[in-house]
């Protein structure tokens, strides 16, 4: 049976990979580790930090994939590059993510700064990036793990894998259900924060928002609040009503149901209050069979990894592995 250390959203931040690769004890110029484990990464390998570091990071991953020591699924941050990168038919000046809002620019700015080559380099390995990985004993996605929608999707694709331009344009089309799919499975769920408190919520980079991202991995909690990803709620403007969701009875409807672990990313887990140690936290971040290893390395946080080994049946909060906070290149991404 394999073992396997499963890597958090990279986002950029190479000196935080090496740190964590040594710690876990990866050596030589590509790296692989000695008792035949494998590195698997949750995707969101790019975007935040300088391009040259992306593009070494997705260079390193690729190079790791190639000689088995690695592993890779995609993240959002790739998809939405592919769909940046895609005409929405050929010869079209308009794509599949538009170029034309700011946001989308700005949040890809660095990667676009690369030259042509390099990044036809790395749209080439994102192809190759897996939507999800059944591994031995594990299971690994980026965002969530939704069985019926994982299904269809096969069907669809016919693997797991986004085969080229057409199965882009496809899941970049509002009105065709593989749109929905890859939506749920890399961004996961979403609940209307607008609609049920009359106003926005402020996420992490400090932007109006209506959407909240939903705990999906929760099965534990009966009011809506305690399954909502909202941020700082000192940064909610004033009369943001939080009693709404306080009060409203809830039911998670994607809850995860089965006896395999799932470790999956994305969601950007925050350091405790109170808590130096960056120690994951039960009701947030883990259960019995899903664990976030995301703890915000795009930003001030670390890389983290959690260690699966062959015959685990269940999440063990002592695998988590906390990388290395702040090395002085990645301390001003
Ligand atoms: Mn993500």
Known sequence: MQSYDIIGDVHGSLDKLTDLLHALDYVGEIPSHRDGRQAVFVGDLIDRGPGPAQLAIVRLVKAMVA???????????EFNALAFATPVHDGSRHYCRSHLKPHNREKHAEFLSLSDDEREECYQFFYTMPLWAELDGVR???????????????????????????????????VDPLFGDVELLLKGPEVHVRHLTGHPFIDKDGTPRDNARLRWWKSVGERLIEFVELGDPGKHPEGFDFTHLENLPFTNPLAYDSTIPVVFGHYWRQRHHHDPSWAPHLDDSYSDVTACVDFSAGG???????RFNAGDTRILPENYVVGSLVTPSSASN
């Open 300 to 306: 001030n946080g670390p890389l983290v990894a959690y």
């Open 140 to 174: 690994v996605i980026h965002a969530c793990w939704h069985q019926a929608t994982i299904g269809a999707v096969a069907q669809r694709l016919g693997g797991n894998t986004l085969r080229g331009p057409d199965d882009i344009r496809a899941a970049s089309n509002h």
């Open 67 to 77: 000689q088995g020591s690695a592993i890779a699924v995609m993240g959002n941050h």
